[in-house]
Structures are given as C-alpha cells and as structure tokens.
C-alpha cells in the first residue's frame, strides 16, 4: 500500500522542469516526516526527482508506474 501523502502535486502532461519546481514548492510548504506524491508521465522529471531527494536529504518512500503514469511519494526530512 502507498504512503499516505499531505499534498499531491499533479503534473501529468507537463514538461521537465515544471514538474520538479512544483514538487519543491509543495516540500517547502510541508512539515518535516509529511510525504508529498508527484504524478508525472515524462521520464526525465522522475529522474530529476530523484536526484533532487537524494541533494536535499528526502526520503524516496515509494515510486509506482502504472498505465503510463510514475507516482513519487517523497517524505520530507
């Protein structure tokens, strides 16, 4: 079962790099250990994602890819 996210920041049909700038503006509006979920279907934002996580110090909880469509639960540290 996914995490439970507090935000969700729905970028299908956007283009990198608008994915990644609404998901660090939803971070910065969440507490410390609250979970924020992207849903995106462009590859190059998930790997953005994931190398912003990794810079910033965030928790990659889960990443789930069905129909077309990634989900990234990123926990806030």
Same mark, same amino acid.
């Not at 935000?7 to 410390?32: F, H, R, T």
């Not at 924020?36 to 590859?43: H, K």
């Not at 110090?57 to 890819?65: G, V, Y």
């Given at each position: 079962?996914?995490? /439970?996210?507090?935000?969700?920041?729905?970028? %299908?049909?956007?283009?990198?790099?608008?994915?990644?700038?609404?998901? #660090? #503006?939803?971070?910065?509006? %969440?507490?410390?250990?609250?979970?924020?979920?992207?849903?995106?279907?462009?590859?190059? %934002?998930? /790997?953005?994602?994931?190398?912003?996580?990794?810079?910033?110090?965030?928790k990659?909880?889960?990443?789930?890819a #069905?129909?077309?469509?990634?989900?990234?639960? %990123?926990? /806030?540290?």
């Amino acid at each position: 079962m996914p995490p /439970k996210e507090r935000i969700c920041v729905p970028a %299908v049909g956007l283009s990198c790099p608008l994915p990644v700038y609404k998901m #660090k #503006k939803a971070l910065d509006q %969440v507490g410390s250990g609250d979970t924020v979920l992207l849903e995106t279907d462009d590859p190059a %934002v998930c /790997k953005e994602i994931r190398g912003m996580v990794r810079r910033l110090n965030f928790k990659l909880q889960e990443e789930i890819a #069905k129909d077309g469509v990634v989900r990234l639960y %990123v926990q /806030k540290s």
